[in-house]
């Protein structure tokens, strides 16, 4: 592949993001290339490529261009006939076969949130391609982590210092899990409130509405209090955008910076992405 001297970068919005134009990612960058794609992604969290067309091994072969391909911890879905299966690709879908969903994740709503950040090193970043898609809703909002951490008052940002709060999951929902929770029988992690993001240096605010459920050390009604203060500046609208998909979009975003939310979509419609993910390290204020 020739080398790109420069990247046509185009911004997504003045929150976060933009699209990177004229570069085929079934084909490998050449180091020059990589090295800005590489750079762009660490300026803007999350990076748009549009009309690809990627088999799946395409697709991981693309990511590992940026670290080590994350494999699934769970079972695989059942794949509908012609669709492959990589230990590295989770299907989100809302496709069944014989009334079972073929991926995870299939039906509306999702409140914002990190991937993974229930576990003691989040992932880096994940990457999402675009194969089928219900003829309205179903996008995707990030949110600039960086920005709702800058946007908190002095006094709120001195508050959380040294504070930790608990990450919880349960893979059985696609809903916050509730405070009497038996962390025993769930996924979770306590991680910094505000975390210094190991690549750029910068702070980025760490909470998310679908997954933070308390600060430690700290009782209930006061940290549900100031938790709902950090929410709020989490998904104040002038830090996030949202993504209307288009099939053949790769989208890849930094889950160290950033957080994405998904929107309502007619169920009888089809809808089906291929995700894979970049594994992480612990974070640290």
Request: neutral net charge; aromatic residues 8%.
């Amino acid at each position: 592949m020739a080398t790109m001297l420069k990247l046509d970068t185009r911004p997504l919005s003045p929150a976060i993001g933009a699209e990177i134009r004229g570069l085929d990612l079934a084909r490998p960058f050449d180091a020059p290339t990589l090295a800005l794609v590489r750079q762009a992604w660490l300026d803007h969290a999350i990076l748009l490529f549009r009309d690809q067309k990627l088999t799946l091994d395409q697709q991981v072969a693309f990511a590992t261009q940026f670290g080590t391909v994350g494999e699934r911890s769970r079972p695989p879905e059942r794949r509908p006939e012609g669709v492959d299966f990589h230990p590295a690709i989770m299907l989100i879908s809302n496709i069944r076969e014989n009334g079972k969903p073929i991926g995870s994740l299939p039906d509306g709503e999702m409140w914002f949130h990190h991937d993974m950040s229930y576990v003691e090193a989040p992932y880096r970043g994940t990457m999402l391609y675009a194969i089928e898609l219900p003829s309205v809703g179903g996008n995707t909002k990030f949110a600039n982590m960086y920005k709702a951490y800058d946007s908190l008052t002095a006094r709120t940002k001195e508050r959380i210092r040294g504070l930790k709060a608990m990450h919880v999951y349960d893979y059985g929902t696609a809903e916050q899990v509730g405070r009497d929770v038996d962390l025993s029988k769930v996924k979770h992690h306590a991680q910094s409130i505000a975390i210094t993001h190991p690549l750029s240096g910068r702070k980025a605010l760490y909470v998310n509405r679908l997954m933070t459920l308390w600060i430690e050390g700290m009782a209930a009604k006061e940290s549900d209090r100031l938790l709902s203060e950090l929410f709020d500046a989490a998904e104040d609208p002038s830090v996030y955008y949202e993504h209307v998909w288009r099939v053949g979009d790769l989208m890849m975003w930094d889950n160290w910076c950033s957080t994405h939310a998904r929107t309502d979509f007619p169920a009888h419609e089809r809808r089906l992405l291929r995700r894979c993910t970049i594994t992480g390290q612990p974070l640290h204020e």
